[in-house]
């Protein structure tokens, strides 16, 4: 799966245009109640929230497979990195042979950085912005994971995710595009203290060559009029 276009709502435009900006260094312009960031070939789009709207979402960058400790570096020296409660700064996944970052945006929502070790997308440039290459994750919770993941699958044509489908929390799509679909309240990782909400969103992405939309809530899947 691709995530072309991401929009999320926010308590706070001129601040996360402000992180967006200065912090990850990404091309970013707001336009009235929109604020939109190149997050490399992914639109990231932040939209206006009503007054009293609180929520944190999660969301995730793929960065070149081998530069996880270049990444480290550049981004520790810009925000404070998410530690779990044995103060570890780093994660490991040995199934998705990853290593991830956890951060938070001006909003509080939950970002990583993973560095998937088996893509063939490794850089010999510096890091910086412009090595972040597309969102690769968004997290959708859901009250009901496995029939969420059930119906996703047989809708898109796609898989859980290097694991089996669990009750807590189901990874489906590939190292491109993955939907996290989380159970509602679980805290997301590491010991982030934010528990995972069903919020709204926009999502355009791909599947099987087919492209969708998805809004919420209720999720709602449909295939995109470009297809």
């Known amino acids: 799966m ?15 245009l402000e992180y967006y900006q200065t912090v990850l260094q990404l091309p970013a312009e707001m336009n009235m109640d929109m604020l939109s960031v190149q997050a490399g070939r992914t639109q990231l789009s932040f939209k206006q929230a009503a007054a009293g709207w609180e929520g944190q979402y999660h969301f995730c960058f793929n960065i070149p497979e081998n530069q996880f400790a270049e990444s480290k570096k550049w981004l520790a020296s810009r925000t404070a990195l998410l530690q779990d409660e044995h103060g570890r700064d780093e994660f490991q996944s040995e199934s998705w042979n990853s290593n991830s970052l956890y951060f938070k945006d001006a909003d509080g929502n939950i970002l990583e950085f993973i560095a998937r070790h088996d893509q063939r997308n490794a850089s010999d440039s510096p890091f910086d912005s412009s090595q972040i290459l597309q969102v690769s994750e968004i997290g959708l919770p859901s009250r009901d994971v496995i029939s969420f993941a059930r119906e996703l699958c047989d809708q898109l044509g796609v898989s859980v995710y290097r694991q089996e489908a669990a009750e807590t929390f189901t990874p489906i799509g590939d190292e491109d595009g993955l939907f996290i679909l989380a159970v509602e309240d679980r805290i997301w990782y590491p010991n982030s203290g934010v528990p995972a909400k069903l919020l709204d969103i926009k999502l355009d992405f791909e599947a099987n060559g087919v492209n969708y939309n998805l809004s919420a809530l209720p999720y709602q899947i449909r295939i995109s009029a470009q297809s």
Not at 5 to 14: F, G, P, Q, V
């Open 2 to 16: 691709f995530i072309q276009r991401l929009e999320l709502l926010t308590s706070n435009l001129a601040a996360q």
